[in-house]
């Protein structure tokens, strides 16, 4: 099976809004990509809800998913982080930050109350935004002699790589990206001609 190098994220931001017998859950989503980003989202929320009673969230990073993490910034033990959480996870999103703050109604919900509150404001608020599917891509520099040219833009075409830079004075470079999926295949086709210098620059 090919590694798969697709994943989803959200773009922009949105807000959800649910209540129940009388508390309000406001729910904030936003496309983050580092715990910078994250931090300042946080900041931004807690400044703009400051008479909430709870900011609570969740948030996944990374391609791989490899960065999770949420809280209930002082509701009972799993009853906000990680049905918010769950939301992210159940719509297989990545680099997404959930932020959901809670306004006391007088009427005590229970810990089922509370699972339900943070779950559907975290759903209403990714029901509100655009989801986009990304790719992981490996960047290449191939290095030639001009009269290489239409050999590189022959491979460049035909396996429909993209272009990010070229610079074609007597020693050509030309840098592109592949999907992670690909990249091997590319890198064999480019090795068979001794003429092209292929170097890894990174992978994004």
């Not at 509100?128 to 002699?145: L, M, P, S, Y």
Request: charged share 25%.
């Amino acid at each position: 099976m090919l590694f798969d190098d697709s994943y989803l994220e959200v773009v922009g931001t949105s807000k959800g809004l649910f209540n129940d017998k009388g508390s309000k859950f406001i729910a904030y989503a936003f496309s983050v990509r580092t715990e910078k980003d994250i931090k300042e989202r946080l900041a931004e929320v807690k400044k703009l809800e400051y008479a909430a009673r709870h900011h609570c969230y969740a948030y996944i990073l990374n391609p791989d998913k490899s960065a999770q993490r949420d809280s209930d910034d002082g509701e009972p033990s799993n009853t906000a982080g990680k049905p918010i959480l769950g939301q992210l996870l159940s719509r297989d999103l990545t680099n997404t930050l959930i932020v959901v703050v809670r306004y006391f109604g007088g009427v005590k919900l229970g810990v089922s109350g509370l699972i339900n509150a943070y779950r559907e404001a975290a759903s209403e608020a990714l029901n509100q935004i655009t989801i986009k599917k990304r790719f992981v891509k490996d960047v290449f520099a191939v290095h030639f002699k001009y009269p290489e040219m239409n050999t590189v833009m022959r491979i460049v075409k035909e396996h429909d790589l993209k272009i990010i830079s070229q610079d074609f004075e007597l020693e050509c470079a030309l840098t592109f990206s592949v999907k992670k999926s690909q990249s091997e295949k590319i890198q064999s086709i480019f090795a068979q001609n001794h003429l092209l210098s292929l170097e890894y620059l990174k992978t994004i």
